[in-house]
Nanobody
Framework: QVQLVESGGGLVQAGGSLRLSCAASGRTFSSYAMGWFRQAPGKEREFLAVISWSGGSTYYADSVKGRFTISRDNDQNMVYLQMNNLKPEDTAVYYC??????????????WGQGTQVTVSS
């Protein structure tokens, strides 16, 4: 079992940066691939990025490639999403999730409650 708690959201101007954090409980954190998703009002949840259990492999959605960076610290049971050059269309609730699969874009096993990111123009 893994419990996930996101933090770091907030209000930022277009072009600014934020770093989201996701704290995980459980001694088996390092055995999970970790992903970030977002959901804007009236839209479906969108996959953003995933990192393998070791941190050695990552995969990004085209919409954030080159602007967002996913990373993890297995010693601290943390996963991060560095978001640069934010745009108003990045406004959404951001979620982290854990999966026993390698680099999944769907089918995650555990989810956090989300953190709001609002980008003003």
């Amino acid at each position: 079992q893994v419990q996930l708690v996101e933090s770091g959201g907030g209000l930022v101007q277009a072009g600014g940066s934020l770093r989201l954090s996701c704290a995980a409980s459980g001694r088996t954190f390092s055995s999970y691939a970790m992903g970030w998703f977002r959901q804007a009002p009236g839209k479906e949840r969108e996959f953003l990025a995933v990192i393998s259990w070791s941190g050695g492999s990552t995969y990004y959605a085209d919409s954030v490639k080159g602007r967002f960076t996913i990373s993890r610290d297995n010693d601290q049971n943390m996963v991060y999403l560095q978001m640069n050059n934010l745009k108003p269309e990045d406004t959404a609730v951001y979620y982290c999730a854990a999966s026993t699969r390698l680099l999944p874009r769907t089918g995650y096993d555990y989810w956090g409650q989300g953190t709001q990111v609002t980008v003003s123009s």
